[in-house]
């Protein structure tokens, strides 16, 4: 790896595309460290300590931090990948968009973008507002007035579109994806603070000896799950497909055999976000609310749909299960599939083109779902049954940080590997 990539660097090429792709990082870094006038910082970073463990906690987390010090990029590329998830949505659901996304060409790729970066737009200034308004409502701001509101604002729509840009400009000069880049450089940019909050943990502990143990098994098990990811994301079951001979003039064409890939987490992170995002809507909505009195049944409520308790995790891992045969139906049409082969010539061996061969596409589909979902479920909540067990809930990254940094890794190292194999080097994988 190491001799790829001194390779790589000696090429001009590749090698004005890196500096461009840290270049972009930096200038995102420098982003984070603008904070946006008129907010006490103070004030804020102690509030969202508290929501930890509630969506602003999840949206500190993915901004690298800059959420809770209000800094021009604080919404980070949470509303473009919003816009794009919404508008995959309504790509499906709406046959005039699926029809520009199928049949569009270039031109039809083109108009999709612009509408995803018109409604990038429209849900920054959405949660620009809402920020604002939680920043007055509990006293953060230092001035008040339209004015004031105004400029806050603006500042963290045109800090997301100007993220939403950088990102573009990696995809264009860069190497990799623009904005798993961004969203990668934001989450990997906490591990200070998780290794800060580590050492607190140590120094504030009754046993010494027994917090080196748990952070040493803490480590382990961290390592452990980045090669449980590596291999699920690699993993894919293949489906033998035979094409039939046919002859065309003299010539015959056909007769090959092939394959048809199915990869076992093809829904990525996105099951683990939505659910998250839901599951802990109800104590993020308990946040805003006065402390009911202990013995309460607000208080015995509260407790229950804690992001802590064995409710909200039994209930967070059954929505991941959920939200992965959602992702998976909506990108794996198993009719789709079955016509394709039979308008090919080909079909799978052992069953008969049409429905026979949709159906036996399908039930390989919800065997190899079930297993990503649960794979995704158990990737989500052993941090924090870790958290749980150890009484530290400081974890700065979590299952769904981890499985994004070592995604956007592999994603990386694969487009650069594209590029060492069109010059006929060695790559990665040799």
Known sequence: MIQTIRKAWGIPELRKKIIFTIMILLIFRLGN???????????????????STTVLGLYNVMSGGAFAQATVFALGVQPYINSSIIIQLLTIAIPALERLARDGGEAGKKKIASITRYATVAIALLQGLGYYMLMRNYGILEQSGFGVALVIIVSFVAGSAFVMWLGEQVNEFGIGNGISIILFAGIVSRVPTMVSAARSYI??????????????????????????????????????????????????????????????NMSGVLPIIFAQSIASLPATVAAFLP??????????????????????????????????YFYATIQFNPVEISNNLKRQGGFIPGFRPGKPTSDFIAKVLSKVTLFGAIYLGIVAIAPL???????????????????????????????LENQMLMRQYKGFLE
Do not use: C
């Open 33 to 51: 460290a603008i904070p946006v006038p008129y907010v006490n910082t103070d004030l804020l970073q102690s509030y969202l300590d508290g929501m």
């Open 203 to 264: 120094l504030t502990a009754e046993n010494t000896g027994l917090a080196w143990l748990y952070m040493f098994l803490l480590v382990v098990g961290m390592l452990l799950l980045i090669i449980l990811i590596v291999h699920v994301s690699a993993a894919e079951r293949r489906i033998p497909v035979q094409y039939a001979k046919r002859q065309v003039g003299r010539k015959m064409y056909g007769g090959q055999a092939s394959t048809l890939p199915m990869k076992v």
């Open 291 to 324: 402390t009911p009195a202990e013995g309460s049944f607000g208080a015995a409520f509260l407790n229950a749909i804690d992001t802590k308790s064995v409710l909200y995790l039994f209930v967070y891992f059954m929505m991941i299960i959920g939200f992965s």
């Open 385 to 415: 049954i870790v958290g749980k067990a150890i009484n530290n809930n400081a974890l700065a990254i979590g299952g769904t940080s981890v499985i994004i940094v070592v995604g956007v890794a592999l994603e990386t190292v694969q487009a």
